[in-house]
């Protein structure tokens, strides 16, 4: 007997199992294998190849529900017929339209896709956030750094396990000074922000993102706007981290309050700061390292999600730059 247990995210369970959990029946009656429900948590039951099975269709069901709103039996038994449970084998079909190896690996559902790890050292960053409280995300660009973390934090909100997000990043190139800039608070914020915003609306529908930014649940603020602050029951995201100095870093650390999370991210090889400022990022590492429940994340140029050339830019780029330090 094999036993394994699926944790379902954001999604409407009422709907998922059906009323009196029908739709879990008729799966267990297709594989021959025992679903139980508990909250938000399935436990599978059955041998290898049933457990395994049901696993890959209930990640399907996931998907569906997500993108139409509900389930029916026709997509139970549609999902069953696409794969060779009885011999513990997907068919091709069932292959290509599994959109997740592991449900437990998918970090949020959108309507359009799975949101998940693609590398090994984005698997270790995830793994990490689920483990401790504050995580430094350190790397080069398209690493998946800030979307991952943005992704976590949606999913927090969504399951409830935080009240808030709260996003920031420090407005650099402005010497982290707006008063002098044009126009309100919005209009100088917003071109320094908006790499938040755009992977937000990729997760959370517009008009809901709307209610929860005017509402507050969802804030978006340049880093000089955090201080005196206690954040209670939030998920704290600091982007862009390098472009701190350690007395911003400190300031930011020491504004989590109860049951609160924090992701830190950053590039150490690009600093906007003004020369002979040293990085908040690079100093903390030092400081904090081995204390429990902190945990610091490097990914490399392995881990480039973006397009395939990127990966190619940031080695000849690191290449270039190995060689102009005569190293």
Do not use: C
Request: charged share 30%.
């Amino acid at each position: 007997m094999t036993e394994k247990k699926v944790k379902l995210k954001g999604i409407d369970l009422l709907a998922f199992y059906g009323l009196q959990d029908a739709n879990l029946q008729r799966l267990e009656e297709i594989l021959d294998a025992q679903i139980i429900a508990r909250g938000n948590e399935l436990i599978l039951r059955g041998n290898r190849e049933q457990v395994d099975q049901a696993e890959r269709i209930v990640t399907e069901l996931v998907f569906m529900q997500n993108k139409n709103g509900v389930i029916t039996f026709d997509d139970i038994e549609t999902l069953a017929r696409l794969t060779d449970w009885r011999d513990g084998k997907s068919t091709p079909s069932a292959e290509k339209i599994s959109g997740a190896d592991d449900i437990d690996s998918v970090v949020l559902f959108t309507k359009r896709s799975a949101i998940k790890p693609r590398t090994p050292g984005q698997a270790r960053y995830v793994e990490s956030t689920r483990k401790n409280d504050i995580v430094f995300s350190i790397g080069p660009a398209g690493t998946g750094k800030t979307f991952l973390a943005v992704a976590i934090a949606v999913a927090s909100l969504r399951d409830k396990e935080v009240d808030r997000i709260i996003l920031s990043r420090p407005a650099v190139e402005a010497g982290e000074s707006l008063g002098f800039l044009p126009g309100d608070f919005r209009e100088k914020i917003d071109p320094y922000l908006r790499p938040l915003y755009d992977a937000l609306h990729d997760m959370v529908p517009l008009d809901k993102l709307k209610r929860q930014i005017e509402t507050r649940i969802i804030e978006i603020v340049p880093l000089a706007y955090m201080r005196g602050r206690t954040l209670n029951n939030s998920f704290v995201i600091l982007d862009e981290a390098q472009n701190t100095t350690p007395m911003q870093m400190k300031m930011f650390l020491t504004r989590l309050g109860g049951n609160s999370k924090a992701i830190i991210t950053g590039d150490i090889t690009q600093i906007d700061l003004p020369a002979k400022t040293e990085s908040g990022l690079i100093q903390v590492r030092s400081i904090l390292k081995g204390i429990e429940g902190i945990d610091f994340v490097y990914l490399t140029e392995k881990d480039v999600a973006r397009h395939k050339l990127v990966r190619q830019i940031i080695s000849a780029y690191e290449r270039f730059d190995h060689v102009e330090d005569g190293s």
